[in-house]
């Protein structure tokens, strides 16, 4: 069974301040990891995705990935309350499908 | 930019009746997918469509499903014959290859069982 465990939250965070987000997964097929937020009641829109292990960067993201911990995090620099909202983890096994995490709900106060 | 698109937004319907969920994928994307989300519950796979088959489909997907893509840039996804369980947000989503590649979401239509 493919898993992917995020804790639900809320993850509370002052504006300004750093949010970090994490995600564990089952299956160490997994190769391919995505980042999307999901604001009530809209769809996962697409924030970033990662392959290899380390950091990637995109603006006040990054993301980071250690395969040997099966183990996936999304920092959020800078925090805005424009930021909250849920934030999905997903998983790609090249199985041309995307497993998802349960999501973690971030809430920026001002 | 180009996106997903999907129709109805809404749709509300009695047990037992067809539904037909229309999406219009990204115009180069050659995978398609449906994924559904309960309220409160996690997104889930329902199905992946490539070269006019499906590719990978989940428990989920049983004989009440079905996919088409009836043309050249509609994607359908049909529920037989709807339980109350069916209600749902259903999403559609496309992407240019698998494995590495991006999948991008419609906005999704909610489905509403009575």
């Known amino acids: 069974q493919k898993e992917v465990e995020q804790n639900s939250g809320p993850l509370s965070v002052p504006e300004g301040a750093i949010a970090s987000l994490n995600c564990t997964y089952s299956d160490r097929g997994s190769q391919s990891f995505f980042w999307y937020r999901q604001y009530s009641g809209k769809s996962p829109e697409l924030i970033m995705f990662?392959?290899?292990?380390g950091d990637k960067e995109d603006g006040r993201f990054t993301a980071q990935l250690n395969k040997a911990s099966q183990y996936v995090s999304l920092l959020i620099r800078d925090s805005q309350p424009s930021d909250s909202a849920t934030y999905l983890c997903?998983?790609?096994?090249?199985?041309?499908?995307?497993?998802f995490g349960g999501g973690t709900r971030l809430m920026v106060k001002p | 930019e180009p996106e997903v698109t999907q129709t109805p937004s809404h749709q509300v319907t009695q047990m037992g009746q067809e539904v037909i969920l229309r999406c219009v994928p990204i115009s180069n994307h050659l995978y398609f997918y449906w994924y559904r989300q309960i309220l409160g519950q996690k997104v889930e796979f329902l199905v992946s469509?490539?070269?006019?088959?499906?590719?990978?489909k989940s428990e989920i997907f049983d004989d009440q499903f079905s996919v088409e893509r009836p043309d050249g840039s509609n994607f359908t996804l049909k529920i037989r014959s709807t339980k109350l369980e069916d209600s749902a947000m259903y999403f559609c989503?496309?992407?240019?290859?698998?494995?590495?590649?991006?999948?991008?979401f419609g906005p999704g239509t909610r489905l509403l069982v009575l």
């Open positions: 989503a496309s992407g240019r290859g698998r494995g590495q590649e991006t999948q991008y």
């Open positions: 997903a998983a790609d096994n090249a199985g041309n499908m995307l497993t």
């Open positions: 469509f490539y070269n006019n088959e499906i590719s990978e």
């Open positions: 990662i392959y290899s292990n």
